[in-house]
């Protein structure tokens, strides 16, 4: 068998070649692999030097200011910093978060741990869109809230998020807003001089850089303040303790730099590798596209293959790797709530698969995927009570279900 | 998740895949689960004079255990008397596919179907009466 195809780059992605060389220059005797805390030799110099460079990378790629980027490793430790760093510090002005149903587990587990921690949050429900609108925030908004916390892009349906306006309604109430844009940067523009955004979480490994290193951005004007998570020797301006990881940060800083250069072009070929994709389904019968295409990233898109289950049809796709919006594969039998969400009824959402294509994805991947998911769909339409009923004319709504 | 050699077995070569007309008076049909639950099993068994179940088809959505135990199920149930198949545990099913604990439920459904199909043909057999 050959290797699979890779169609899950929303759940992580390979590290660029040049990424990997730069970061492959810090780690060894002949490189810089020096602690860049150390002020009283060339090796912390120059390891300093490699950071500072990385972080103002990073600050580019966000047109922000380089002293506004603090170093983590990764987007779940930037979202537990930014969110409990936040409640923590304005507890004595309230005890009110305000988040969405649709964010990533690393910011819902973070308000359900402050919840045991005596604070409330509020939970917005996306619309039949599966976004968040500014005015949901602004009406959820209360006298003792201190933080708003809403994804820009979702994972499982790569909707955007209008974040400039959530941060507007922030801003004009005196809240703090915190963006998880995990799944954002660097394919999209994210402009932090323009956006109300007073935190923003990234991961490298989503852009072809490192797992293991992302950063928080934390604004300077107005001023942000943090209850630090990590304590230790005070780097990161005491924020976040403990050595910096120079080679990680070298290749985040890298593949940021690659992402701005190459942003246009690349969202572009993936803009149509996706419809290519798209398109290779659209004579099927009982496809659905999920999430609104034209507020959309690129390269993620959940499609929905009525009256077959998604958790079998990955299992028929040895060849493609991919994932499911079916929750089956995470041992609830409730599906996605985002999918949910959008309106759509239960068959649908159990039926959900989710591409995610890339860099390295070509139209020859796309081709040999959208051969094997026509083959599998029907092979499952076949082993399909539902579709025998639905081919006969029954209305699954008429029937009554035994739920178990 | 790794799935078992059964299961794949099942799931790659499915047996007895199709459909009998349920109207018809030697057939009983359980239908069990729900689209909601993300498993729909479609059970149905062909009875003879003597009461011996002499063919079985299935047709399933769901995920690989389900369609596996369903599979398995057709293969057991022919040549069994009703009271017999009826006996059929859950946890044999689960034991002869090796379901890990999140997909014993599968095997339940499983059980619940072929339950489902026997008393559905006595009902027949009643209303003939």
């Known amino acids: ?404 | 998740m790794a799935y078992s050699d059964q299961v794949m077995d099942h799931y790659q070569n499915p047996r007895n895949v199709g459909k009998f007309d349920d109207q018809d008076d030697q057939i009983g049909t359980g239908m069990v689960g729900a689209p909601a639950c993300g498993d729909v099993m479609r059970l149905q068994i062909k009875v003879n004079e003597e009461g011996i179940i002499e063919d079985a088809k299935f047709k399933t959505y769901g995920c690989g255990s389900a369609i596996a135990s369903s599979s398995l199920l057709t293969e057991w149930v022919k040549g069994r008397t009703l009271d017999d198949a009826a006996q059929i545990k859950n946890t044999e099913i689960a034991e002869e596919l090796a379901l890990p604990p999140v997909k014993i439920h599968c095997s339940v459904l499983a059980e619940d179907a072929i339950k489902a199909a026997v008393e559905d043909y006595r009902k027949k057999l009643a209303a003939q009466a």
């Open chain 1, 1 to 404: 068998m050959k290797a699979p195809v890779y169609f899950d780059y929303a759940a992580t992605t390979p590290v660029d070649p040049r990424v990997a060389q730069k970061m492959s220059e810090c780690l060894m005797t002949e490189g810089n692999f020096g602690n860049p805390a150390s002020r009283s030799h060339k090796f912390g110099w120059e390891a300093e030097e490699a950071v500072e460079l990385a972080r103002k990378q990073v600050a580019d790629l966000l047109n922000c200011d380089p002293r506004e980027i603090v170093w983590t490793s990764g987007a779940t430790e930037s979202d537990n910093l930014a969110i409990k760093g936040i409640a923590q510090f304005y507890k004595g002005k309230g005890k009110h978060l305000i988040t969405s149903k649709i964010e990533h587990k690393a910011v819902l587990d973070t308000c359900r741990h402050l919840e045991r921690d005596g604070y409330e949050v509020t939970y917005l429900e996306p619309g039949k869109d599966g976004l968040i609108s500014p005015q949901q925030v602004a009406d959820a908004i209360r006298e003792d809230t201190t933080l708003v916390s809403v994804m820009h892009v979702n994972n499982e349906i790569g909707v955007i998020n209008d974040i400039a306006g959530i941060g507007e309604v922030c801003r004009a109430a005196k809240v703090f807003y915190h963006v998880d844009a995990a799944q954002s940067a660097g394919k999209i523009p994210v402009d932090l001089e323009s956006l109300k955004v007073d935190l923003m979480s990234l991961s490298a490994h989503k852009m072809y850089g490192p797992k293991g290193v992302g950063v928080l951005y934390v604004r300077r004007k107005p001023r942000v303040r943090l209850e630090a998570q990590m304590h230790g020797g005070g780097h990161e301006r005491g924020m976040r303790s403990g050595t910096l990881a120079t080679h990680q940060l070298v290749g985040m800083g890298e593949c940021c730099r690659i992402a701005q250069l190459e942003m246009a072009s690349e969202a572009e070929r993936t803009l149509a590798l996706r419809e290519r994709l798209r398109k290779g389904f659209d004579d099927m019968e009982e496809v659905y596209v999920n999430g609104d295409l034209n507020a959309h990233v690129p390269g993620i898109i959940n499609i929905s293959f009525n009256y077959v289950e998604g958790e079998s049809l990955i299992m028929s796709l040895p060849e493609i790797a991919l994932s499911s919006g079916s929750a089956c594969t995470s041992a609830s039998l409730e599906p996605s709530y985002v999918l949910r969400a959008l309106g759509m009824n239960d068959e649908l959402a159990h039926s959900s698969l989710r591409f995610s294509v890339g860099r390295f994805t070509t139209e020859e991947d796309v081709d040999r995927a959208i051969e094997q998911v026509r083959h599998a769909v029907e092979k499952l339409r076949e082993l399909s009570p539902l579709w025998d009923m639905y081919k006969d004319g029954v209305d699954l709504d008429s029937i009554e279900w035994a739920a178990h």
